[in-house]
């Protein structure tokens, strides 16, 4: 069995995955690991550009060529075939660190655990320093169980996202996870359906993935958010189509409402902090809070507390159905830092 199965969803990155691939691609581990690369009907020459990698090393990378369906098709299709032990993702325009890799492969080799949490840098277009983010955690090394994490101690932000994730194939596989095809933005319910069954975590102090960001097209930009608002707005709606998970465990539950506030706030900033609220925009977004509140109120007073530069802006807005941030003025402060 490999030690870890690597997922690539791959659409039109002809020239970014020679880069990513080339990351993955360490002789003195090759042979514990299975990188599966899914063109997702690419256009370009992302399918050569992997089948030349398949014909090279044929015992460790595995070509899917499929129709377009979106980023959750390509997961569901790796996760499909994945044989690993282990299973994560990485984006074809992203690349590993490769001794940050190494070390990683080497400590999975002894471990049995459910989740597996490791640093991330975002690298920036254009610019020769990165943002390194280590987790919160000061206990590393440590399995512990999912219901002792303390929620106060998790930067839900940046701690518990993909970038950062690894899970144990066998918990994916056993809790039928399936992302939802044909929208973007479904790395949302990566993070959050098998944090929901999983048992027990360990955070390695390894800095392993770098997230490249600021390429045209990236749907981390404010355009794009814009644009595929109503993708976010499916992913939740699939969420609260099934009653509110209840847990026995007061920390799980509140692991689960940080979740749940972070993934339910990002689409709030996205109808009422990086663009001009109409009346069509706030009346959808009226009977979306109504129908929240219905589904959990516990979430529905949680998510009032978000803030964005300082300010409780969902919560103004529940009491006036008016924007307090201007948009041109975040979208400024968003471009000065570096964020895109």
């Known amino acids: 069995m490999k030690i870890i199965s690597i997922a690539i969803p791959t659409y039109n990155m002809e020239q970014w995955l020679n880069r990513c691939l080339d990351s993955v691609i360490v002789p003195e581990i090759l042979d514990k ?32 060529d499929k129709e377009n369906g979106n980023y959750g098709s390509c997961v569901n299709k790796a996760l499909e075939v994945a044989t ?32 597996v949490v490791t640093h991330y840098a975002k690298e920036f277009v254009g610019k020769r320093e990165n943002s390194i ?56 319910e990566y993070v959050y359906y098998p944090l929901l069954k999983a048992q027990n975590i360990v955070f390695l102090d390894i800095l392993l993935y770098r997230y ?55 689409y709030y900033w996205s109808i009422l902090v990086i663009q001009k609220l109409n009346r069509e925009n706030n009346l959808f977004l009226e009977k979306f809070d109504e129908r929240l509140k219905k589904w959990d109120e516990e979430v529905y007073n949680e998510v009032a507390k978000v803030k964005c530069l300082g300010i409780a802006y969902i919560k103004y807005w529940r009491s006036t159905r008016k924007q307090i941030i201007p948009t041109t003025i975040y979208c400024w402060l968003r471009q000065l830092s570096g964020k895109y």
């Open 33 to 64: 690991i299975e990188i599966i690369v899914v063109n997702d009907g690419s256009r370009d020459r992302s399918s050569e550009i992997a089948h030349s990698y398949a014909d090279k090393y044929p015992n460790s990378v595995v070509v899917i």
């Open 84 to 115: 690993g032990k282990y299973f994560r993702i990485l984006d074809a325009d992203d690349w590993f660190d490769s001794s940050g890799f190494v070390d990683y492969v080497n400590r999975l080799e002894s471990l049995t655990v459910d989740v």
């Open 133 to 188: 983010y280590k987790t919160s955690t000061k206990h590393f090394d440590q399995i512990i169980s999912i219901h002792s994490l303390q929620a106060n101690s998790i930067d839900f932000y940046e701690d518990l996202v993909m970038h950062t994730l690894s899970y144990r194939t066998e918990l994916l596989k056993s809790c039928n996870l399936r992302l939802s095809e044909g929208i973007s933005y479904t790395d949302t």
């Open 212 to 266: 490249f960001i600021g390429r045209e097209g990236q749907t981390v930009s404010i355009s794009s958010r814009i644009n595929h608002a109503n993708d976010m707005y499916m992913i939740l709606d699939r969420i609260l189509s099934k009653p509110c998970p209840i847990f026995e465990s007061l920390s799980t539950r509140k692991i689960q409402l940080h979740l749940l506030c972070t993934f339910i706030a990002s």
